[in-house]
C-alpha cells in the first residue's frame, strides 16, 4: 500500500454544543512517516478534533478516513491515542497495566508484556514496574501514559499535549520516540504549546483558532507568508535616521543594532540604502520568524 493511502484524513469535520462552535469545516490530513503539530489558543477545539478523530466524539458534519475509508470500529483498535486528561487506573502496578492495555487491542499476553517492558526501559522506567501508578511522580505517569499507546504498536498516532509537565530530558527521549515512529512509517499528529519544540520536531504544522482552521503547512510554508523583517548596525547613524524610509517598522533596538518589519512589496534595498546614506553599515540580516511569532501573527490575522 503507498505512502499516500496510509493517511488519517479528517474531511470538512465541524461540532457544535448548544450555540458553541467547537469546530467548523475543519479539514487536515496526517501522511505515512509524517509529524505533525496541531498548535493553538486554550478553547480553540484541539481536543474537540483529537477525539473526533479518534472516533470518541462524532462529528455533526464530515467524516474521518483511514486508508482512504471511513474510519471503523477496527480501525479505532489501531490508533494509540494520549488524552490531555491522564486516564489510567493509579492503583494498578505499571507493567501490569500496558500488559492489560496491549491485549486490550489485541495482543497475546506474553506479546503485551514483553513490549509493556520494552517501553517502560525505553522511557527509563524498568525499575518500577511492579511499582502503582499513583507511586510515581506526575512526569513519570506521563512516560506510562505514552507508553499505553505505543505498547501495542499502534498504525496511528493521536496525542494531546503529549509534552505538557515533562523535564527537559524527558522531552528529549518523547520527541526522540515520535521521530522514530514517524520514520517507521506511522502518521502521528500531537497538539503541544510548546511552539519552539513544534518547530524543531514537526513536518507540518497546522494552526487552529475558535474551531477553524487558518493556516497549515511547513514552517517554511508558513514564513512564506508573513512580514520580512531585517537586523541593521548603522553605528554613525542619528536616532531617526531611518524616518524617510516608507513602509518599515521599528520592531526593537538594541544600541545601535535595530530590527525592521518591512511592509509587503518594500525592497530592503532602500533600508540599507537609507543606512548607509548615514555612514558604514556593520551589519544587514534577514530575520527568520520563529513559529511562535508566526502563530501569533495569524492568530490577529484570523481575528482582524
Known amino acids: ?10 474531511d ?24 505533525f503539530g496541531f498548535v493553538g489558543r486554550n478553547g480553540a477545539g ?55 492495555l496491549g491485549e486490550l487491542h489485541g495482543m497475546t499476553g506474553a506479546e503485551a508484556r514483553e513490549a509493556a517492558l520494552g517501553w517502560l526501559d525505553r522511557f527509563g522506567l524498568a525499575d518500577r514496574r511492579d511499582a502503582e501508578l499513583q507511586a510515581l511522580s506526575l512526569g513519570n505517569q506521563q512516560r506510562v501514559q505514552l507508553a499505553a499507546a505505543l505498547v501495542f ?16 530530558v524527558a522531552v528529549d527521549v518523547m520527541a526522540g520516540v515520535l521521530r522514530e ?16 519544540l513544534v518547530e524543531r520536531l514537526c513536518d507540518r504544522v497546522g494552526i487552529i483558532d475558535r474551531g477553524r ?14 512580514q520580512e523583517r531585517r537586523w541593521i548596525d548603522v553605528p554613525m547613524a542619528p536616532a531617526s535616521w531611518d524616518a524617510g524610509v516608507p513602509g518599515v517598522r ?35 540580516e534577514r530575520v527568520e520568524p520563529t513559529l511562535g511569532e508566526i502563530f501569533r501573527s495569524v492568530i490577529e490575522e484570523a481575528a482582524a
Not at 12 to 32: E, P, W
Not at 153 to 168: K, S, T
Not at 220 to 226: F, P
Open 213 to 226: 482552521m487558518v493556516a497549515s503547512g511547513t514552517v517554511r510554508q508558513l514564513r512564506t507568508g508573513g
Open 12 to 35: 470538512g469535520i465541524s461540532k457544535r454544543y448548544g450555540d458553541v462552535v467547537a469546530v467548523h469545516d475543519l479539514s487536515l490530513d496526517v501522511s505515512a512517516g509524517e509529524l
Open 46 to 100: 484541539k481536543t474537540t478534533t483529537m477525539r473526533i478523530a479518534l472516533g470518541v466524539l462524532a462529528p455533526d458534519a464530515g467524516v474521518v478516513r483511514w486508508l482512504g475509508v471511513p474510519l471503523t470500529f477496527e480501525a479505532r483498535r489501531r490508533i494509540g491515542y494520549m488524552p490531555e486528561e491522564r486516564g489510567l487506573y493509579p492503583k494498578m502496578h505499571v507493567a501490569e497495566q500496558l500488559a492489560y
Open 250 to 284: 521599528l520592531v526593537q533596538a538594541d544600541g545601535t543594532r535595530r530590527l525592521f518589519e518591512l511592509a509587503p512589496g518594500v525592497d530592503d534595498q532602500a533600508l540599507l540604502r537609507a543606512g548607509l546614506a548615514t555612514g558604514p553599515v556593520r551589519e544587514f
Open 1 to 10: 500500500m503507498s505512502d499516500d493511502a496510509r493517511a488519517l484524513e479528517i
Open 181 to 196: 515512529r514517524a520514520d517507521a512509517g506511522v502518521p502521528v499528529i500531537f497538539s503541544s504549546h510548546e511552539l519552539e
Open 153 to 168: 504498536a499502534p498504525d496511528v498516532l493521536v496525542l494531546d499535549e503529549p509534552f505538557a509537565g515533562l523535564d527537559p
